[in-house]
């Protein structure tokens, strides 16, 4: 917890490289809650050592004159480190009293300089509720896949109760020395994911997105209780619809929501409703369950890898602990 008090950590993002105020091997976490508890309003990302030491990474506040992000700040599970110590963030602001928002789009992607300042903010139609994200090396800089869980026409003000829009989308960003990075291009490669506001988790969605090693993309879907794949999705230039290819439905999982990939290849789901992580082979084979918080109904969201590929890196919101928990991997 840092210390302005916000609460329900999020994202999650091991430093590859020391440089600026991010120290190899740390651990970056970001948190949707303020103080009181109100989703939506988080504005920190805090810093974690292997030892446990925590420091607060950054605090956004006002934004630069020149940045926008429609409806304002709270920080969610989409968190990325991209060369340079450059950190992407996600933001999906409330609305009134907590409420979802109607301004649309709805949030952008933050860049952070690796100090926690701002440097830029990334505003798009197509990047409408940015819910999670993912990151892969290309040739010309990185590709960002993010899911969207707000996803609406153009026009349109009000938020749907519930809608099958939501998109998942692929960013193109290139580097120039010295300067913010770019978003060079940006295509929509899933859609028709169903979406719909919720009292206890704000709203549920497409959360959750890896990148497997044979270039497919994985996609949690909450509400459907499912994992879609997008195939090829580093070259895909059109949208897949949600279910057209479903790696693994039902059985274990249960409202998954943070994706993340084993070392042997495989995908590990963190469940909403139950506090397990169920892990998924490429064939759709769910091959172990595992309970990583008793009773964890709404504790676990994002997860990662250790550096090591011993180790899984999860948050844990349990009341008691608002904590980055560590389970062994074998």
């Known amino acids: ?14 430093v590859p490289t020391t440089v600026g105020k991010l120290v190899k091997g740390d651990t ?46 709270g ?33 952008c992607l933050l860049v952070l300089t690796d100090t926690g300042a701002v440097g830029a903010t990334w505003v798009n139609q197509n990047i409408n509720g940015p819910w ?5 090396a290309t040739s010309s800089g990185v590709d960002l896949f993010v899911s969207n869980v707000l996803t609406r026409p153009k026009g349109a003000t009000a938020t749907p109760k519930s809608g099958d829009l939501s998109t998942i989308i692929r960013i193109s960003v290139t580097f120039n020395a010295n300067h913010v990075p770019q978003m060079s291009g940006l295509t929509v490669i899933g859609t ?5 506001a919720n009292k206890a988790a704000f709203v549920q969605g497409p959360t959750g997105v890896a990148l497997g090693r044979n270039g497919d993309l994985y996609v ?9 794949v997008i195939p090829k999705a580093l070259t895909r230039t059109t949208a897949v ?74 948050v844990n919101d349990a ?4 904590a980055l928990d560590i389970a062994k991997v074998h």
């Open 28 to 73: 970056l976490v970001s948190n949707f809650n303020d103080k009181a508890n109100v989703q939506g309003t988080g504005r920190t990302i805090v810093e974690v050592s292997p030892a446990g030491t925590v420091s607060t990474f950054a605090t956004i506040g006002s934004l630069p004159a020149s940045s926008t992000c429609p409806g304002g700040i």
């Open 241 to 314: 619809a949600d279910g057209a290819i479903t790696l693994s439905a039902g059985g274990w999982l249960n409202a998954p929501l943070g994706l993340t990939i084993a070392p042997n290849g495989d995908v590990l789901a963190m469940n909403a409703s139950d506090g397990n992580a169920v892990e998924i082979s490429p064939s759709g084979h769910q091959v172990a369950k595992k309970t990583l918080v008793p009773n964890g109904s709404g504790d676990l969201f994002g997860a990662t890898i250790s550096p090591n590929g011993k180790e899984l890196l999860f």
């Open 1 to 14: 917890m840092p210390a302005n008090g916000d609460v329900n950590p999020y994202g999650i993002v091991v």
């Open 132 to 136: 999670d994200m993912t990151e892969v």
């Open 75 to 107: 920080l969610t599970t989409a968190l990325s480190i991209l060369p340079g110590g450059w950190v992407v963030v996600g933001s999906l602001p409330a609305g009134v009293g907590g409420a979802l928002p109607l301004v649309n789009p709805a949030g």
């Open 220 to 228: 949690a879907g909450t509400v459907r209780n499912h994992i879609s």
């Open 319 to 322: 009341a008691t602990a608002n």
């Open 192 to 196: 028709g994911f169903l979406s719909k």
